[in-house]
């Protein structure tokens, strides 16, 4: 695949149509496009991906849906005024050439609300001088055929916002058909299995007469069970291997997180305890301050009398205080007893008419009333002063008792402050950190699965093996009842070479995808050699994730990387993939392989290559870039190319610049 021109037609800030051709050349494979940041670099690389997927990747603050020049917005804009943005795409694939167009159409609905319309893709190709048309509905797939969608963010590489290989999803049907084992797999698909009615296994299988043997009916319906069964525990085995692989990825990713912050997580964790401790403090503190309140609340105003209580002891100390009443009788009381005309004990009480005689039990309880206030209020001082021993007894433990309370509680707050200190200080030394708790509670969630996940693995395993002796016993009496007619036995043949052959493919298959892996391996390691100056790695697992492996005490350890390590591992990985594809595409297949591979050659589109790059990397990235693909575009800020000029000079076969109007008007210059 080599991309000729890309054409932009009002497409954000390239305002009418601009035009960018590229070089060709094998041997000055390179085309550079200088731009400064705002300029439009991004924008060129997203307008690839719109024109070939209909997808635009724009920052969410610069309106990214609507792709309609701003400029001529406003010079059109009327009600029912109708305006069109395209990307015309031109590039050579498997020596056919293509033409892909994208339109969008807008429409205006009230001066300056301007609407989308439906979108108009079409795909043309030339063929003997010919210029013919994609059948409708095919051009995606026509396009995906050229080159995957899931793969093309490796082609079209946007350095500064690319998410790292690492955590994509599966990308092994993407990569196997880029390297060529797409037409293999096809054919396996073709050839399919008995239970499956469209492909041709089915198909004969299908065609097999039974005589209306009601055994050998039952036992083509057990193997079209067991084997539709055993399909779905192969898919329930290939999920759960996915799951696991990812789960894997996020548990090393959680690892690192956790290593890393080791001591963030001990402090959150004594965070934590602090803060537990503190709420306990406060509720404390609310209890002692609620003991204080009651306690200084019953006996203060005894205690704040004391002087008082002094200063009348000293008046009364030469006072008559002739005890000779009865505590705390009352005048009243003697009126209510006399009135009543019996005494408490029990004496009958005669008044005499004068009211002033009677019998001696009356005459001994008027003389009790010489001895009560007002007459006589000796027995109220008596009583005021036991009144005062009493206080003094009941409030000699006041002070001490008020004074630990006060201490308790004074405890408690320092307590508190010290606490809220050192949460302080603990916040203050993980401020901007992540909380370490979620990344434990994910991790033990994660082991958890992986471990549930593999118990399902192995119980799909046995029940498969279950389903495959089930099947052999069932062919086996199936064959031996529907064997009796020619026709049958031609078509139980033509079964069972198909059936070899499926097994052929299979094994092949299989051993070839890991000699690629393998190669794609080797071949990535080597480049990432050549591009990293230390000591690490590349490993590449089933789904074509990548991981950077260290040695560390003699065991290979996966380590953290900064930004500038995530670039050159996926420059790397995308240049050994790229290398490989266009061994293959060169050599075609040879007489010892087995199964053709059938794939092509792809170009580097890249925007920002060497962002987050030291000038080292910089230089070994621009020596292996032009030598791996069959040819790379670059859009590049003139700060960077000062270093990868001197390296990729020889091999530039066009340059670009970007001229910037406005905000709103970027112009390609050649």
């Known amino acids: ?18 035009k960018l051709e590229f070089s060709n050349n094998p041997q000055r494979n390179v085309t550079v496009l200088l731009g400064d940041n705002t300029f439009g670099k991004t924008t060129i690389l997203q307008a690839f991906n719109w024109c070939l997927y209909g997808i ?24 029912q005024q109708k305006s069109e943005v395209y990307v015309e795409l031109i590039l050579a694939h498997k020596d056919m ?3 892909i167009l994208r339109k969008q159409p807008y429409v205006d609905r009230g001066y300056g609300t301007w609407t989308a319309l439906q979108p108009q893709l079409s795909v043309s190709y030339k063929e003997n001088g010919l210029t013919k048309q994609v059948r409708e509905g095919e051009e995606s797939k026509i396009i995906n055929s050229i080159l995957p969608q899931s793969l093309s963010g490796y082609f079209f590489f946007d350095t500064e916002r690319v998410s790292d290989i690492s955590s994509r999803k599966d990308l092994s049907d993407a990569v196997r058909g880029l390297l060529g084992l797409a037409a293999v797999g096809n054919a396996r698909k ?10 041709a296994i089915g198909q004969w299988s299908a065609s097999l007469d039974s005589d209306g043997d009601e055994r050998a009916r039952k036992a083509q319906e057990t193997i079209a069970y067991e084997t539709e069964r055993m399909e779905s525990l192969q898919s329930e085995i290939e999920s759960a291997e996915k799951e696991i692989a990812s789960l894997n990825i996020k548990k090393e990713k959680i690892s690192e997180i956790l290593r890393d912050n080791q001591n963030t997580a001990e402090l959150q964790r004594k965070k934590q305890t602090l803060e537990s401790r503190l709420e306990s403090e406060h509720s404390e503190i609310e209890v002692c301050n609620k003991l204080f309140l009651d306690y200084f609340s ?15 002891e000293a008046c009364l100390v030469n006072a008559d205080v002739d005890d000779r009443g009865i505590r705390d009788m009352t005048e009243a009381s003697i009126r209510d007893i006399i009135k009543r005309g019996r005494c408490i004990c029990g004496a009958k009480l005669e008044v005499d008419e004068d009211g002033k005689t009677g019998n001696s039990a009356y005459l001994h309880i008027l003389e009790e009333l010489r001895f009560l206030p007002p007459v006589h209020v000796g027995t109220a001082v008596q009583n005021f002063k036991q009144l005062i021993v009493t206080d003094r007894r009941n409030i000699e433990s006041f002070y001490p008792t008020i004074e630990q309370k006060y201490k308790e509680i004074q405890k408690h707050r320092d307590t508190i402050v010290s606490l809220e200190d050192e949460i302080a200080r603990i916040d203050e030394s993980i401020f901007g950190k992540e909380n370490m708790s979620s990344y434990e509670a994910d991790m033990n969630q994660i082991k958890e699965n992986i471990k549930r996940m593999t118990v399902k693995k192995a119980r799909c395993y046995q029940d498969i093996g279950a389903c495959q002796s089930t099947i052999e016993s069932a062919q086996k009496l199936y064959d031996s009842l529907v064997s009796t007619s020619e026709r049958n036995k031609k078509l139980i043949t033509y079964i069972a070479y198909a059936e070899q052959i499926c097994n052929w493919i299979d094994e092949t298959y299989v051993e070839k995808e890991q000699e690629m892996r393998g190669r794609l391996q080797e071949r990535v390691n080597n480049i990432f050699g050549k591009m990293y100056h230390g000591q690490r790695k590349v490993q590449i697992d089933r789904q074509y994730h990548v991981t950077l492996l260290a040695q560390f005490n003699g065991k ?16 790397a990985f995308i240049a050994g993939l790229v290398d490989l594809a266009k061994e293959k595409a060169t ?11 059938d794939n092509e050659a792809y170009p580097l589109v890249m925007d920002a290559p060497f962002s987050n790059a030291d000038e080292t990397h910089i230089k070994n990235i621009s020596a292996v870039l032009p030598e791996v693909a069959n040819q790379v575009i670059m859009f590049v800020m003139e700060k960077d190319w000062q270093y990868a000029e001197p390296v990729m000079a020889e091999r530039v076969g066009k340059y670009c ?7 709103s008007h970027t112009e390609i210059e050649e």
């Open 556 to 571: 290979e350890i996966i380590t953290g990387e900064s930004e500038g390590l995530k670039r050159v591992k996926n420059f």
């Open 657 to 663: 610049k970007l001229k910037k109007h406005s905000e």
């Open 298 to 312: 019953n006996l203060a105003i005894i205690y704040f009398m004391l002087p008082l209580m002094d200063q009348a």
């Open 56 to 79: 635009a990747d724009f920052p969410k603050d610069s309106n990214p849906d609507f792709l309609l020049n701003f400029e001529i917005a406003n010079e059109l804009a009327g009600i």
């Open 587 to 597: 050599l075609g297949h040879s007489t010892t392989d087995s199964i053709a591979w």
């Open 97 to 99: 050439e293509y033409i």
């Open 190 to 199: 073709h050839l399919g299995s008995r239970t499956s009615k469209a492909t």
């Open 1 to 18: 695949m080599l991309i000729k021109s890309i054409t932009l037609h009002n497409f954000r800030q390239f305002k009418g149509k601009q």
